[in-house]
């Protein structure tokens, strides 16, 4: 009887569905599209981010999860700088000169619960702002690395916005007479009338009270301005007429100004012009002086009236920072946007446009309706910015001045800020509570005419999605390589409360694999395309394997610490199970006799097979080949070849042939599940009909 072939040039990714289309995988564990023939290869796995030491995991060996990870990136990333978070410490990686180094910048941090967000980092110009919904919002700028020379306190961090409005000055008084001074806080230093310094009321006929009062602002690193303080008790004091001649005098102001936080570098001093005996005199503030630090504390005000600027900024210019507790934050539009935090979770802020330490009274937006829950991630794409809620999005458009938002869903939304990527030239990926989807129509989009679009695009991996845990969604994460084109998510499942499985989907050809065993708890890419994720335990006891670790071909699912040496663990255990085929018809019974696999030759590394009838959970072991050419001489194996003598050739396409010995089915898969090095490209089946239809269904 002649032998029917059922031919897979081109294998593709998993889909759980039913039917599956060919060439689809039921199971695809750890593997990586091969450039030479867009097959399957599996010569992934992962190691230290640090390889220096031989017998440590340094500069590792405090940290336990490392629950957040970021990259920060200067000058076009010719300076990359790694932050991490373990145990409620902020570190940055000293990844320069000769040795690595972890240094910590803040301290004493919440330690996030399984099912919180972790700390947020959003880059603003050269620095990032942290923020966690518990610690004071921080701005960290690493470099330069030594601020010292700056001539000013400033520190590797400041705090973001201003807490409070400052305490107003303290002018002390003047007293006209320098002979016999009061005993209380006055200063006497009079100039000449004729001079051009000093101020009060000048030349006059009779006796002129003089009274002016003084507000202060605090300017930060980044230019914002603080709310302007309260005004000044007065100063006063009566210009005495004597006659023209050198005993009329005017007077200079002695005035303490208050000290801002570690974030101010500047500080604005106002007064009003003269206002005389009256209490019902207008008090305008005008501009009179910046004091150029943080430090000083006493200024002397000899301005006159003429002398001084524009008017004071209005009372609702600058607020104190109205969301302390804000979990999540995003720059758009030249504004820094977070939102309420725990205490007002359905409430946007920005702050002025490049100012992020400064925001406006009447600078926020309500989400307004109560069914989308609280504001959980914010996303700028293109001229747009994405707000997530728990249960709908939103997308928000204009410039400071005119924002305006609209709704595009209603019934979708996400707790896992931490997944939401942008893919080039795809749109913005983020995982939900049901599946993965892809957002469109940003750019000219949605305000420039566009429609914006969200649709499901994990319906193959539907039973993977559900079996998340959907109460530690916040602590799924993920980055897409543009080196690797793969988007990669590690998330929580079957009820563990930390990532213990990775989806990948491969932007190539649009397919989903998986990753198993590495033990992601926080994921960045780098400027080159690399991975770097942050261990999901960490240091446990002395030895565990913990902090950063890179994802890469080396064939070892990371290291372990073996009488005081570093040596490579097994390499990750890569799974290809085929689709359930029925051979085009699910009545008739199939005799199958061989399983054929397009491989790229790797030497002589044993490939297993298993075989798999009618949905069957146990398989049939068959045989184990070598990766090699049935019917030519073997290739050259490195460790077995002899050094000059021998020519090392490219991995060849063959075909290794399996047989198959199983009873008839109605369906037919196989497996393989190797740690060898291996590329399958395609497959054939080779099976006949044996004429015979399956029973018929059980009766009750």
Request: hydrophobic share 35%; glycine share 8%; aromatic share 12%.
């Amino acid at each position: 009887m002649k032998n029917n072939i059922y031919r897979v040039r081109q294998l593709g990714g998993i889909n759980q569905q039913y039917p599956q289309p060919d060439g689809s995988m039921s199971e695809l564990s750890n593997w990586t599209i091969d450039e030479q023939t867009n097959g399957w290869d599996n010569r992934i796995g992962y190691e230290r981010y640090n390889p220096v030491p031989t017998n440590s995991f340094a500069p590792f060996t405090t940290t336990v999860r490392v629950d957040s990870l970021y990259l920060l990136s200067n000058r076009s990333r010719a300076q990359e700088m790694i932050l991490l978070e373990s145990a409620g410490t902020l570190y940055y990686v000293h990844d320069f000169g000769n040795t690595m180094s972890l240094v910590s910048f803040d301290t004493n941090r919440n330690v996030p619960t399984n099912n919180e967000l972790p700390t947020q980092y959003v880059a603003y110009a050269s620095s990032v702002i942290i923020i966690n919904g518990y610690n004071t919002p921080i701005k960290f700028y690493g470099w330069p690395l030594d601020r010292t020379s700056y001539g000013s306190p400033l520190s590797l961090s400041t705090d973001l916005g201003f807490p409070t409005i400052p305490s107003a000055p303290s002018p002390w008084q003047v007293h006209t007479d320098p002979v016999n001074p009061p005993n209380n806080n006055s200063v006497c230093i009079p100039f000449d009338i004729l001079d051009a310094e000093g101020f009060g009321i000048g030349i006059q006929t009779v006796d002129k009270v003089n009274r002016f009062r003084y507000k202060v602002l605090f300017v930060s690193d980044t230019g914002s301005e603080s709310p302007i303080s309260l005004a000044s008790t007065s100063v006063s004091w009566t210009t005495v007429h004597i006659g023209l001649g050198p005993l009329m005098y005017t007077y200079a102001v002695a005035i303490e100004i208050p000290i801002g936080g570690n974030n101010v570098v500047a500080r604005k001093i106002y007064r009003t012009k003269n206002l005389g005996p009256s209490l019902t005199n207008d008090e305008t503030y005008y501009y009179l002086e910046t004091i150029r630090n943080n430090t000083e504390t006493l200024y002397y005000d000899y301005t006159r009236g003429k002398g001084l600027g524009s008017q004071a900024p209005d009372d609702s210019a600058s607020i104190p920072f109205p969301a302390l507790t804000c979990t999540i934050g995003a720059v758009f539009a030249q504004c820094l946007f977070v939102n309420g935090g725990t205490a007002n979770g359905s409430v946007l802020y920005f702050s002025n446009p490049n100012r992020p330490d400064q925001f406006g009274a009447l600078d926020f937006i309500s989400v307004g309706s109560s069914h989308g829950g609280d504001i959980t991630a914010l996303h700028p794409y293109y001229n747009t910015l994405l707000v997530f809620r728990e249960h709908s999005i939103e997308v928000l458009v204009g410039a400071y001045g005119s924002f305006q938002m609209t709704t595009i869903s209603t019934n979708i939304g996400t707790t896992a800020a931490n997944t939401i990527t942008t893919i080039p030239d795809a749109g913005v990926l983020f995982l939900s509570y049901d599946g993965v989807y892809l957002f469109t129509g940003g750019g000219a989009g949605v305000y420039g005419g566009a429609v914006a679009d969200i649709k499901k695009i994990s319906s193959p991996i539907h039973s993977t999605i559900n079996s998340l845990n959907k109460a530690v969604l916040s602590r799924a994460t993920a980055s897409y390589s543009h080196d690797l084109r793969e988007w990669h998510c590690y998330l929580a499942t079957e009820g563990a409360e930390k990532p213990n499985l990775g989806i990948v989907l491969h932007t190539q050809n649009t397919t989903w694999t998986t990753r198993q065993g590495f033990p992601v708890g926080s994921l960045i890419c780098d400027s080159n395309g690399y991975l770097i994720f942050g261990h999901h335990t960490g240091l446990v006891s002395a030895g565990d394997p913990a902090g950063l670790f890179v994802m890469s071909n080396r064939r070892s699912a990371g290291q372990a610490l073996v009488v005081d040496t570093i040596v490579d663990n097994t390499a990750p255990t890569a799974t290809l199970f085929s689709k359930w085929h029925d051979f085009g018809d699910t009545m008739l019974k199939k005799k199958v006799h061989y399983v054929v696999l397009y491989i790229m030759t790797t030497g002589d590394l044993s490939l297993p097979i298993k075989y798999f009838i009618d949905f069957d959970y146990d398989g049939i072991d068959g045989k184990t080949m070598k990766q090699q050419r049935a019917d030519h001489t073997d290739q050259f194996v490195y460790d077995k070849a002899i050094i000059g003598t021998s020519t090392w050739e490219e991995r060849l396409v063959t075909l290794v042939r399996y047989p198959v010995a199983i009873n008839s089915c109605t369906h037919f898969a196989f497996q393989v599940s190797t740690t060898s090095d291996c590329t399958i490209v395609g497959y054939d089946i080779h099976y006949t009909h044996i004429g015979t239809k399956m029973i018929s269904g059980k009766t009750p």
